[in-house]
């Protein structure tokens, strides 16, 4: 498959402006890009290959083509960090805080962002923290163009509060673990981490 059927097959999830660079992109890098449904605890997650087979990057397919694109960044620096360094470096260690800031002011400079959302990311670029706060930013323009602002996040709840996520699972919430939580399933017992954006449907204190 060349880039120019590529294109096509994924342009309904990227700003138009940067379909050709991500086909291209993901041919040079050889990759498989797969389209995954809604998932609480993640918007993506770069998979490197096993047994010969190819990298996986898996994202979300629910966001807006601006959040989709970001995320998409966001796991591609992983993929070339771990080219160049395979487990030699820490997951989100000053080479990767390096990599996806290159790479998003390569997006920036040539347009493939729209206007509004060029302003947050160079904004974002300009802090410590940049690589978190430009996920937050744009995931709460994803929520708002989706009509969700009103609806709470694991982010907002207290801790050892009992919770229902969207996908009708409960959780208790344990403690914060960078951008997701330490949260326990109140039916099997096993703890799992969620992402501080998740979606919650109902929460109670005790």
């Not at 096993?50 to 796991?75: A, C, M, P, Q, T």
């Amino acid at each position: 498959m060349d880039s120019k059927e590529l294109s096509i097959l994924i342009k309904d999830f990227f700003p138009e402006m940067a379909i050709d660079f991500v086909a291209k992109q993901i041919i040079s890098l050889n990759f498989r890009l797969v389209i995954s449904k809604k998932r609480f605890s993640k918007l993506g997650v770069f998979r490197p290959s096993r047994n010969s087979n190819k990298h996986v990057i898996s994202i979300n397919g629910d966001l807006n083509n601006d959040l989709f694109y970001l995320v998409y960044l966001h796991e591609v620096a992983h993929l070339i960090v771990w080219n160049n360094y395979k487990k030699r470096v820490a997951p989100h260690g000053k080479e990767w805080k390096e990599e996806y800031y290159k790479i998003l002011l390569y997006s920036i400079n040539n347009n493939h962002f729209s206007d509004e959302i060029k302003k947050y990311i160079t904004v974002s670029l300009t802090k410590p923290n940049f690589h978190t706060s430009v996920t937050r930013d744009l995931y709460k323009i994803n929520s708002e163009s989706s009509q969700n602002e009103s609806l709470l996040r694991v982010k907002d709840l207290p801790e050892n509060c009992i919770f229902t996520l969207y996908n009708k699972r409960n959780f208790k919430l344990i403690q914060k673990i960078r951008t997701r939580y330490k949260c326990q399933d109140i039916n099997n017992g096993r703890f799992y981490l969620v992402h501080s954006l998740a979606e919650v449907k109902k929460y109670c204190t005790n």
